[in-house]
């Protein structure tokens, strides 16, 4: 999943990012659904090279299920499970834990079954699962550790999941601030047009499409508190003695929230990463925090950035997005507040979508129809 491997999966991400726009149009009432529905077929396809089908499909529900983490506290202090059900408080993590662990075993065996017996398929070799697969079984030659074992698959299904969080906050945001989408049309029409959706190569040129997508990680973050670290030698930090094995909370919240770094950290201010005409490298960089630290970085930041850009370029190049209505036709005010917890979402991603014209609408539907066609 480096960054140059990220590259031979950007065909997977337009067609998603393209079928996503349609559904989104179709039932503009489901967008949380269809978010989620863009990125878990994404995992699928890349990961063990299956094809999700939009209606019934046992391996998308499967990734659906274990694709919302943080939910449980025991998935980040694993020792919760070895305390006693009878302790206060601790019967319904004991539940939880066993419906994660449930849903994990499907995630495992579904997808993993369908890799392993359809190996011979082009698109079945070519994923990552099949590879890493083929990779042990070279090192191992057929020993019992040739096989990926459980954590493997989970995680690696996981690795870009969480970015749907941000997509939603992409909507929020939008809805909230109307002089941002005009001026992100504004760019899209002079550099895209009107006639085609944008791609990867136009990521240069957008200039304010990039500097949005800065804000919105740093305006939202999915993980307020980072992922735990421990250090593995006592340190001195400003004078505090650190022992080795100690656990490390990184505040992301808190670096992305800094006054001193980042004026008025709580508006929403594409405009702040820009100067002179290019991206301001003075500015701290949010993705440097929050897709995390050292070995525990996210493994799939890459293609979880491309995800962002495609999949946020198309949605301004085609929607207006506004804020929602009521019954009477007069728009509700929405406040931009987030859930706490491990992992953080919008509470409110309630909004008014609509393609920007006629010929935007025949757009969408036109790219979505070759997309779903490639997939087959």
Same mark, same amino acid.
């Given at each position: 999943?480096?960054?140059?491997?990220?590259?031979?999966?950007?065909?997977?991400?337009?067609?998603?990012?393209?079928?996503?726009?349609?559904?989104?149009?179709?039932?503009?009432?489901?967008?949380?659904?269809?978010?989620?529905?863009?990125?878990? +077929?994404?995992?699928?396809?890349?990961?063990?090279?299956?094809?999700?089908?939009?209606?019934?499909?046992?391996?998308?529900?499967?990734?659906?299920?274990?694709?919302?983490?943080?939910?449980?506290?025991?998935?980040?202090?694993?020792?919760?499970?070895?305390?006693?059900?009878?302790?206060?408080?601790?019967?319904?993590?004991?539940?939880?834990? +066993?419906?994660?662990?449930?849903?994990?075993?499907?995630?495992?065996?579904?997808?993993?079954?369908?890799?392993?017996?359809?190996?011979?398929?082009?698109?079945?070799?070519?994923?990552?699962?099949?590879?890493?697969?083929?990779?042990?079984?070279?090192?191992?030659?057929?020993?019992?550790?040739?096989?990926?074992?459980?954590?493997?698959?989970?995680?690696?299904?996981?690795?870009?999941?969480?970015?749907?969080?941000?997509?939603?906050?992409?909507?929020?945001?939008?809805?909230?601030?109307?002089?941002?989408?005009?001026?992100?049309?504004?760019?899209?029409?002079?550099?895209?047009?009107?006639?085609?959706?944008?791609?990867?190569?136009?990521?240069?040129?957008?200039?304010?499409?990039?500097?949005?997508?800065?804000?919105?990680?740093?305006?939202?973050?999915?993980?307020?508190?980072?992922?735990?670290?421990?250090?593995?030698?006592?340190?001195?930090?400003?004078?505090?003695?650190?022992?080795?094995?100690?656990?490390?909370?990184?505040? +992301?919240?808190?670096?992305?929230?800094?006054?001193?770094?980042?004026?008025?950290?709580?508006?929403?201010?594409?405009?702040?990463?820009?100067?002179?005409?290019?991206?301001?490298?003075?500015?701290?960089?949010?993705?440097?925090?929050?897709?995390?630290?050292?070995?525990?970085?996210?493994?799939?930041?890459?293609?979880?950035?491309?995800?962002?850009?495609?999949?946020?370029?198309?949605?301004?190049?085609?929607?207006?997005?506004?804020?929602?209505?009521?019954?009477?036709?007069?728009?509700?005010?929405?406040?931009?507040?987030?859930?706490?917890?491990?992992?953080?979402?919008?509470?409110?991603?309630?909004?008014?979508?609509?393609?920007?014209?006629? +010929?935007?609408?025949?757009?969408?539907?036109?790219?979505?129809?070759?997309?779903?066609?490639?997939?087959?």
């Amino acid at each position: 999943m480096h960054r140059d491997a990220a590259v031979a999966y950007r065909d997977i991400q337009r067609n998603a990012a393209h079928i996503f726009l349609d559904q989104v149009l179709s039932d503009p009432g489901e967008l949380c659904r269809h978010i989620r529905f863009n990125f878990a +077929a994404t995992v699928l396809k890349i990961m063990y090279g299956i094809e999700a089908q939009e209606k019934d499909d046992h391996a998308l529900e499967a990734v659906l299920d274990t694709l919302i983490p943080g939910r449980w506290v025991v998935e980040y202090v694993p020792a919760l499970r070895h305390v006693p059900a009878w302790v206060p408080g601790m019967r319904t993590q004991h539940e939880r834990w +066993a419906k994660w662990q449930a849903a994990s075993a499907r995630l495992v065996n579904l997808p993993y079954s369908f890799l392993v017996a359809e190996r011979n398929r082009p698109e079945v070799q070519q994923s990552v699962v099949n590879r890493l697969l083929v990779e042990r079984e070279e090192q191992y030659a057929g020993d019992q550790f040739g096989r990926l074992d459980a954590d493997d698959k989970i995680e690696v299904a996981k690795n870009v999941g969480a970015i749907g969080s941000t997509l939603q906050a992409v909507f929020l945001a939008l809805s909230l601030h109307p002089d941002i989408m005009a001026k992100a049309h504004a760019e899209l029409d002079a550099v895209v047009g009107p006639r085609r959706m944008p791609d990867f190569d136009d990521a240069e040129p957008l200039l304010y499409v990039r500097a949005f997508i800065l804000e919105s990680l740093r305006w939202h973050n999915v993980t307020p508190l980072g992922v735990p670290h421990a250090t593995v030698a006592d340190d001195i930090w400003r004078g505090w003695f650190i022992p080795a094995d100690t656990l490390v909370i990184p505040n +992301a919240w808190a670096c992305m929230h800094d006054p001193n770094v980042y004026p008025e950290p709580f508006m929403f201010k594409p405009e702040r990463f820009i100067k002179d005409g290019q991206i301001d490298t003075s500015v701290p960089d949010p993705t440097d925090v929050v897709f995390g630290f050292g070995r525990r970085i996210c493994p799939g930041r890459h293609l979880a950035r491309a995800a962002l850009f495609i999949n946020v370029a198309s949605i301004m190049h085609v929607f207006n997005i506004t804020p929602p209505l009521d019954e009477n036709g007069k728009a509700i005010k929405v406040e931009a507040k987030f859930s706490d917890g491990f992992f953080s979402y919008p509470e409110d991603t309630r909004c008014t979508i609509k393609a920007r014209s006629p +010929a935007h609408e025949r757009l969408i539907r036109e790219n979505a129809e070759a997309a779903r066609a490639m997939r087959g």
